[in-house]
């Protein structure tokens, strides 16, 4: 599969943004789908994570209830809404898929050694 971002720029804190990852090739599979991040000097992280079969999504602590993530499965993207953004979400976006049973998922979302596509990134500032 291959994954595209979009979406991201220059913001005040505060503000919004809404990212986006197109993914293409092998669509009919039910992927895992996370967002996740880093900042300069810092180590990625992961932001949220979404199973496209259903369920709830996963959330870190830091933007729960700011950030929403969703689908759109007709046009096969997954969205990352972003309100109330503040300095210290700067940081370049990425999207990611992995393909694991749910009951895997729900434990290990936040781990970027289960994904292994990758986008190539948006970055969002905040001022």
């Known amino acids: 599969v291959q994954l595209v971002e979009s979406g991201g720029g220059s913001v005040q804190a505060g503000g919004t943004l809404r990212l986006s990852c197109a993914a293409s090739g092998r669509t009919y599979i039910k992927w895992c789908m996370g967002w996740f991040r880093q900042a300069p000097g810092k180590e990625r992280e992961a932001v949220a994570g979404l199973y496209l079969g259903g369920g709830s999504p996963y959330y870190a602590n830091s933007v729960k209830g700011r950030f929403t993530i969703s689908q759109d499965s007709a046009k096969n993207t997954v969205y990352l809404q972003m309100n109330s953004l503040k300095p210290e979400d700067t940081a370049m976006y990425y999207c990611?898929?992995?393909?694991?049973?749910?009951?895997?998922?729900?434990?290990?979302?936040?781990?970027?050694?289960?994904?292994?596509?990758w986008g190539q990134g948006t970055q969002v500032t905040v001022s």
């Open positions: 990611a898929a992995a393909f694991l049973l749910p009951t895997r998922y729900a434990r290990s979302w936040y781990m970027q050694s289960d994904y292994p596509y």
